[in-house]
């Protein structure tokens, strides 16, 4: 079954804390991952997928194939960063499989 | 470029009516898809279409309808609505599938529903 668990409801961090959002993930074959992000009052939009391997306000995230994982990862959390974080994986009829979203609090 | 737009945003139904979801978007993206988002839950796949007058169902279809007759256009229709879709329902779109380089889906802001 394909699935996407955030083990994490709630995180929270101060201001230049390192932030790590877990993310795992259940597919046979070769996944195709991103991370989404929420901010109040705004609608979803991408953050980054994996396959450009890029570097978005920070943030970076790598594909473990031997632990199923896709953790979002930033050095240094600034308080604009709060929001909700949603890993996804792409289905095979070309839709988001979400998990349940991970929200971010950045303390100052 | 509006983007993704859906209206209305906010709508209160009696168990039993029927309502229309609108849908549309201006950047002519051949994929279109609408998620439901239920309190503390991912979004889950309720239908999508690949093109005009192409739609399939996704995870939770039962209970709605959809159709696609131009490539803007997506409603998603609740015939007998019922107090489990309450739901925050989002539609989205994008140009490519498979392809997870260009295959970004693009969201609208969501119809806050709730059915009594």
């Known amino acids: 079954a394909q699935r996407v668990t955030q083990p994490e409801k709630l995180l929270s961090v101060f201001k230049g804390a390192p932030v790590e959002l877990k993310c795992n993930y259940s597919y046979s074959g070769s996944p195709e991952l991103f991370w989404y992000v929420q901010y109040s009052r705004q609608r979803l939009q991408l953050l980054l997928r994996h396959i450009s391997r890029e570097s978005i306000k920070g943030f970076t995230a790598d594909l473990n194939k031997g632990e199923t994982s896709f953790h979002l990862k930033k050095p240094f959390a600034q308080e604009e960063d709060s929001a909700m974080y949603y890993c996804a994986l792409e289905g095979s009829q070309g839709n988001l499989i979400f998990g349940k979203g991970t929200k971010l609090s950045v303390k100052p | 470029n509006a983007g993704v737009t859906q209206t209305p945003k906010f709508r209160i139904l009696k168990i039993g009516q029927s309502m229309t979801l609108q849908c549309t978007q201006d950047m002519n993206h051949n994929y279109m898809y609408w998620y439901r988002q239920d309190p503390g839950m991912g979004l889950k796949l309720i239908y999508y279409s690949v093109g005009a007058g192409i739609t399939d169902k996704g995870e939770v279809p039962n209970g709605y309808n959809v159709s696609r007759s131009t490539t803007e256009d997506f409603p998603l229709r609740l015939e007998l609505a019922a107090p489990s879709q309450t739901s925050v329902y989002f539609c989205?779109?994008?140009?490519?599938?498979?392809?997870?380089?260009?295959?970004?889906?693009?969201f609208g802001p969501g119809t806050r529903l709730t059915v009594l």
């Open positions: 989205a779109s994008s140009y490519l599938k498979g392809v997870a380089a260009y295959n970004e889906q693009f």
